[in-house]
């Protein structure tokens, strides 16, 4: 069983977040990158529990330059066998979806998982647009998936409950909470990591539908107003006259 | 204890200068100890005890000779991977990193340069995992500072050495698995000597009453008539040079140590500093509060300089005594200092194992002392300098 993950690079979480070029580029000076939680903690190691369990490969994909190869290695101290980057900007989606969806089909990968989305862009939509382009089915968010032959039974939260699917054959997932537990490297993963293949790759076709306009950073919060409690009188008044909320 | 919230801190942006792989394998470290190791410490450190269960841990997180070659066992890891493998297990604890210190520059270096093939393969790879503990016997009751009057010996009793003598101050001691001891033959050369636990006349017994360093067990060795077999004598280095060269690895490894302790204080202190509200704002907007913070990033920032150079140069098999004695001495000041002045900055609740301060100010007069002195550092640099010996 060979099956395809995909990793995105993301600000660490305590990243102090800016803009450049007009409001229009993420700021990377000073940035630490990590492997995106979601791919890395839930797509890649319960591909590495599928791995132990049936055997196979576990290859992981990435599109972008080669500021993503520490997260590359990474994901290869993690555990992955091999690596592909696609070497081109990530620039939407559907770009990257259509570099991931081409060397899926060239390589014949039938199980592709993803985070259910990037703790930067929050997307969440890479899995739907791989599984149109190889035709495969998709199912989002995905916190329980298991494996018999080829029969994958798949949990996935819904509102007030938990819905379960059953696959017949290949699909791509993305993956949310629940469907694995984080996995620190240890030193016999990091040295393993220096020997495996990390395969650079040029784009094949694919283009672009969106553009960024620009990005802003949420208003920055008011200022708190106290009141006393005695004066309720006055606090009516205010959210009234100001806050305009009734 | 609260949940550890630490984040590195780099004022300097030194990770420039690191490669992926030294990254990598400092931030597993980081995660590996976050989750393991700092739920648990503050009761070790209460209980007085090293927490064993964690051994496997360490030695999978390449913390016992991580610059071990692979064909022994080890990572087979750089100068500065080690640095900053020390830097966060004593960002956590110093007893934490004392014991990886001696498991990998006392016990395990002193195997794989000092020892021959054999023993190399005999004890190296059990090390490395943790299956085998180490402990070094250099210190005796009698002699700390000026090791080289040590008074253990042993004999040449035809097939066999003939062990006697005592050592004190033993951290691993109590629970160790082999001893390097070094002892003096019959001409009065200094030798070391592998001491499995288990020989007659081989105990070890702990030390109780330490205000500092708790969660790292320390113990003495009495050795009354070992008999220890000739084939676990060290063959390829003798004299007084061959301990100070394990205590060169070592105090390497304490010089990165000590800027992790240091910025685990200052981590909590800025951000202590940044939710404590008193007068009606947070008191990281008062002066004195931001000269004490400014100073700490300061001294931090020039001591991760320094240290980054020493492993460069060590890398390179330049570093010079000299150049070790420098990096240890300022670096444990520094974080002594930061400890005292993060301490106070927590107001009451500095006091408590709420927070890691005091386990680390306690912790650091330990460091200060062990492995040389802060005097004797200074001293060792002033005869550096002058060619002027103020020892005796
Ligand atoms: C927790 C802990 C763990 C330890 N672990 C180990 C271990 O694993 N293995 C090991 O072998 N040892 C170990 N030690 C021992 C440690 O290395 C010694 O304590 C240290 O070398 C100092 O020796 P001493 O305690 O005998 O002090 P002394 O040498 O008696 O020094 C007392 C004071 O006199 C000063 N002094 C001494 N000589 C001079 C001089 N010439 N000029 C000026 N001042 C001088 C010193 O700086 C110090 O301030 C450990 C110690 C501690 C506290």
């Known amino acids: 069983m060979n099956i395809l993950v995909c990793i995105s690079k993301s600000p660490d979480t305590t990243s102090k977040i800016a803009f450049t070029d007009g409001g229009t580029k993420f700021d990377e000076n000073g940035v630490q990158f990590i492997v995106n939680p979601y791919d890395e903690w839930y797509a890649l190691v319960k591909a590495l529990e599928l791995k132990e369990a049936i055997g196979g490969k576990v290859t992981v994909i990435s599109v972008g330059d080669a500021s993503n190869d520490p997260i590359i290695r990474k994901s290869l101290a993690v555990g992955a066998d091999e690596a592909v980057r696609v070497d081109a900007a990530d620039t939407d989606a559907l770009f990257v979806a ?29 899995g739907g ?62 040295m393993a990591a220096r020997s495996k293949p990390l395969n650079v790759i040029p784009p094949s076709g694919g283009e672009s539908h969106t553009s960024v306009v620009n990005y802003e950073l949420p208003p920055a919060k008011a200022q708190c107003k106290y009141i006393d409690a005695e004066n309720a009188g006055e606090l009516i008044a205010l959210l009234h006259s100001e806050a305009k909320v009734i | 204890m609260r949940t550890d919230q630490y984040t590195g801190h780099d004022y300097y942006n030194m990770d420039d200068l690191l490669t992926d792989e030294h990254k990598l394998v400092r931030d597993s470290a980081r995660a590996w100890i976050k989750k393991e190791v700092s739920p648990i410490i503050e009761d070790a450190f209460e209980k007085g ?47 934490l990193r004392s014991t990886s210190s001696v498991q990998s520059s006392l016990v395990m270096y002193p195997i794989w340069k000092y020892g021959n093939e054999e023993q190399r393969m005999k004890y190296l790879p059990k090390l490395a995992t943790g299956e085998f503990v180490g402990c070094f016997g250099l210190t005796e009751p009698d ?8 008074t253990t010996n042993f004999k040449d009793k035809g097939d066999h050495y003939l062990l006697n003598g005592a050592k004190m101050w033993i951290s691993n001691s109590p629970f160790a698995d082999i001893a390097v001891v070094w002892a003096k033959n019959e001409a009065g050369r200094i030798h070391g000597l592998i001491v499995e636990r288990g020989m007659e006349g081989f105990t070890t017994p702990t030390t109780h009453g330490k205000w500092s360093l708790r969660a790292s067990d320390t113990g003495e060795l009495v050795f009354d008539n070992v008999k220890v077999p000739k084939a676990n004598l060290l063959p390829n280095k003798s004299g007084l040079g061959a301990p100070l060269g394990c205590l060169d690895s070592a105090r390497y490894g304490i010089a990165w140590g000590a800027i992790g302790a240091a910025l685990d204080c200052y981590d909590s202190a800025l951000r202590y500093s940044k939710e404590r509200i008193q007068f009606g704002r947070p008191i990281a907007g008062f002066q004195l509060q931001q000269k004490k913070l400014a100073e700490m990033i300061t001294e931090i920032t020039k001591a991760q300089m320094l240290t980054l150079r020493l492993g460069q140069l060590k890398n390179e098999d330049k570093a010079t005594s000299g150049q070790i004695s420098m990096a240890k001495r300022n670096n444990v000041d520094m974080a002594i200092k930061i400890a005292r002045e993060a301490r106070q900055m927590h107001g009451g609740m500095g006091i408590t194992n709420e927070y890691p301060i005091m ?4 912790n ?16 060792i640099t002033g005869l550096d300098i002058t060619g002027e010996n103020a020892f005796k």
């Open chain 1, 98 to 126: 259509q570099q991931i969806a081409n060397y899926a089909k060239e390589h014949d990968y039938n199980i592709i998982l993803t985070g259910k989305e990037t703790i930067n862009y929050n997307g969440g939509q890479l």
């Open chain 1, 129 to 190: 647009m791989i599984a149109e382009l190889v035709g495969l089915p998709y199912v989002a968010m995905a916190t329980k998936l298991d494996l018999v032959g080829d029969l994958a039974t798949i949990e996935r939260e819904i509102q007030g409950g938990s819905e379960v699917l059953e696959i017949n054959g290949g699909f791509v997932l993305s993956a949310a909470k629940g469907m694995a537990e984080q996995r620190i490297p240890n030193m016999r993963g990091i």
């Open chain 2, 364 to 379: 650091l007069e330990s460091v200060i002392t062990y492995e040389g002195t802060h005097d004797i550092h200074l001293l």
């Open chain 2, 359 to 362: 386990r680390h100010m306690m």
């Open chain 2, 143 to 150: 002699h700390g500072s000026d090791p080289g009057g040590m």
């Open chain 2, 49 to 95: 005890s090293f927490p064993k269960h964690l051994i496997p841990g360490l030695g999978e997180i390449g913390a016992f000779g991580p610059y071990i070659p692979e064909q022994y066992g080890g990572p087979g890891l750089d100068q500065i991977s080690y640095g900053l493998l020390m830097q966060e297990l004593e960002r956590c604890d110093s007893g």
